[in-house]
């Protein structure tokens, strides 16, 4: 399902010799004997995941589903990305999905929302909140301002049934709300960080939404769940992965840009970025996770990739068969002189686009290439692509002797905004 090639990585080291170290981390990854082993419930997710919860999330998304034409996601971080990469990675930029997905809750940028506003208002809509903490500024400002929309347009009852809360069993704000008012709940488990979420309710309810087989994509996360459970570096590619995006930072590469073929990969992107970069970047360590979607970014980027200073390192994520594909057609004039691609698919030509530039950027650019390859994007692939970066983010950000599960420095802006919002108590 998916491959790692690392004859294009310019490693200056054998791999092999990480071996005895990554067997070491295997072990504490799986006996939970790390720093921050409270968060490692997402190694076993995929066997263990609560059966009756994703039942709820299945009906509860057929009905509303029935109900309403936009869904309203209303999440931040971890909280939305990985449900955005699914359903754009699965369903495409321009879906034709029943129900239309929207993002709110990730930013107070008041345009963004006001237009929003201006969008649902003549649509039957509904909100999922998501929020892990349930006091997550950008989330509750917009779900206060769409949930008062909703009541207001038609009435409590109904905006009771059309929102969903996702967030702590127990405790928070949102919690407290969604009791009070009725809402259908489902849980962000104890064990799990936002950025490890999307294959539970986080991800799991927001992605039923968008008619997406969940049954499938936690099967293809069990599927990885098993084949990565190996302590090989050597027959484990997930770990291959890990450890050489690693041995690149040693060799004086500190960013790391991730490279797709497809734009409907782009928040598959921003997802790693999170996963990666909230993981690693602490303590003055970790590689800065950057992204690319090629070949349109080839002619905005790719001056520097090719030429520019030394920095970085690519990881291209290469998806084998298409979704769709077309061929160019012939054209009897020929005045674009474009006849010698006639009959070529045009992801023949992409494939061929890829294979050029790796080339120039390895060959004459000298710059590493990680190749990742999957076989196709589909609800299964994207289930096990998931627990394959998930279970590389953790070995890499150990081997680099940090805790790969918190994020201590995000507080930082939130204290002074506070401050400066006269937020009680701060
Ligand atoms: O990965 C993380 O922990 C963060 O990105 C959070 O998911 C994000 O800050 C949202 O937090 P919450 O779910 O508490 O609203």
Redesign the pocket.
Known sequence: MIKVDLSHAKLNEDIASYKDKVAEIHEMIHNKTGAGNDFLGWVDLPTQYDREEVARIKAKAKSLSEEIDVLLVC???????GARAAIEAINGLYPTQKVEILYI?NTFSSTYLAQIKEYVKDKEFGINV???????T??SVAFRIFKEMLEQTKGKEVASRRIVAT?DAHK?ALKTLADKEGYEEFV?PDDI?????VLTA?GLFPIAMAGIDVDEMMKGAKDAQDKYNNADLMTNDAYKYGVARQMLNKQGYPAEMFVTYELQLSNVAEWWK?LFG?SEGKEGKGVLPHSAVFSTDLHSLGQFIQEGSKVLFETVFKVEKPQLDLEVPSDEDNLDNLNYLAGKTVDYVNKKACEGTIDAHVNVGGVPNIEITIDEMNAYSFGYMVYFFEKACALSVYLLGVNPFN?PG?EVYKKNMFKLLGKPGY
């Open positions: 999440g931040i971080g971890g909280s939305y990305l809750g998501i929020s892990k903490s349930g006091t997550t950008e989330t967030t928070g962000v960080g936002g950025r490890f979420s986080v999170q909230e994020q995000v």
